[in-house]
């Protein structure tokens, strides 16, 4: 049956094209094989090594070889993320790598991937490879057929995509094409603190904040809580400390929120947010969303939106209705009967993502590297 999705994103939902990928963990990596968007083989798992260059990369070709003895046809690339910096248009990676400490020194995976199997390469970080995947195959095409199915004449090209869980990750597509800036570095989670412009913000937008926040305001000493854990005693579902739990995640919403604020200001885009700790999202949006709608105010006492235009919920069924109808109205054209229809309403919005962060990814790799193969030049490691 067609749905949204295909109607506004056929290409790449119905192409034969097959793309290997790969989830590149600290503890494992798994393979696997992908063809109009979906999964066509089960994921292989292997244990990446991470801490011993040879024994990783030995790895990571048996995982590719793996995965190629299960299809039916040839691959036509391999296209995956890669936690940490890199110069990823020439497929090097290295520098800081928590995950990977034999990686710090830099490495020419793509080079060594291309040569290996004789497939072009593509190396992406993780955040960016998340918003492509939602802009061409979540989020983006969903909310422009949904304005489109309420009537409203408006569509949207730019999105940014936020990962919540050990990081605060972010990609960035513009006009439908992935913003990998000049260095490959466009980053979030080095962005100031709220309450400490000394601190960067992923302090506190972290899996590490709404535990480390939840036993400072409880006065717990429990060991080994997780982050649903908290979620549960939030909800009330779990002993502890309900109004710590709940104010733990304000905190890490408003501090998220602070920082979208920015971005959605300078890049006029919609967002889209996955990762783990959207499972906590109603505990976490509204103060993300109050601080993006919150105000500034002049020297001279004058006051303003922080976002110069309206934030509306996107999960939310009235919102969406509201925001997919806008402010049109039709305005005459001066000396003439003919008139041109108007919406004066600047408007953005927020939603949770449907695909999730780790097939959006994948989505994202994939149809990255079939852009990338289909365009004039393409970019390969």
């Known amino acids: ?101 034999s990686f710090r020194d830099g490495v020419a995976l793509g080079p060594f991937l291309r040569e290996k199997f004789n497939l072009p390469v593509f190396i992406n970080n993780d955040g960016d490879l998340f918003a492509f995947g939602e802009a061409k195959a979540g989020a983006l095409p969903e909310i422009n057929a949904r304005v489109a199915a309420l009537g409203g004449k408006k569509r949207y090209t730019n999105l940014l995509g936020y990962t919540f869980g050990t990081g605060f990750g972010i990609g960035h597509v513009l006009d439908g094409k992935l913003n990998t800036g000049n260095n490959s570095c466009v980053e979030t989670f080095c962005l100031p603190s709220p309450t400490n412009h000394d601190v960067m913000v992923e302090e506190s937008v972290a899996i590490r904040a709404v535990i480390r926040e939840y036993l400072r305001l409880s006065g717990s000493t429990e ?35 602070d920082a979208m604020a920015t971005a959605i200001t300078l890049t ?77 309403m600047k408007r953005t919005g927020v939603c949770i993502s449907k695909l999730g962060a780790s097939k959006a990814i994948s989505i994202g790799a994939y149809t990255y590297a079939l852009s990338q193969i289909d365009s004039a030049s393409p970019e390969q490691a």
Request: glycine share 10%.
């Open 268 to 344: 006029d885009s919609l967002i889209v947010i996955g990762g783990g700790l959207t499972g906590a999202a109603r505990h976490i949006m509204p103060a993300l969303l109050g601080r993006l709608r919150s105000d500034i105010h002049t020297l001279g006492g004058e006051t303003l939106q922080r976002v110069q235009m309206k934030v509306f919920d996107l999960d939310d069924e009235a919102e969406f209705a509201a925001f997919a109808h806008g402010a049109a109205r039709d305005i005459k054209v001066y000396g003439s009967d003919r008139t041109v229809t108007y919406d004066p």
């Open 1 to 101: 049956m067609e749905t949204p999705l295909t109607k506004t994103n056929p290409m790449y939902r119905h192409d034969n094209r097959i793309v290997i990928t790969l989830d590149a963990g600290g503890t494992n990596f798994v393979f696997g094989a992908m063809r109009g968007c979906e999964f066509i083989v089960d994921p292989v798992t292997i244990p990446s090594q991470a801490h011993d260059l040879d024994l990783c990369l030995n790895a990571m070709v048996k995982g590719f070889e793996t995965i190629m003895s299960k299809l039916d046809e040839k691959p036509v690339a391999i296209s995956f993320a890669f936690p940490g910096p890199a110069d990823y248009p020439n497929g090097i990676v290295g520098g800081y790598l928590p995950n990977f400490p």
């Open 223 to 257: 060991t080994n809580l997780t982050p649903k854990d908290i979620c549960d005693i939030a909800d009330g579902n779990r002993p502890g400390n309900r109004e710590a739990a709940i104010e733990s995640f304000r905190l890490f919403g408003e501090a998220a929120g």
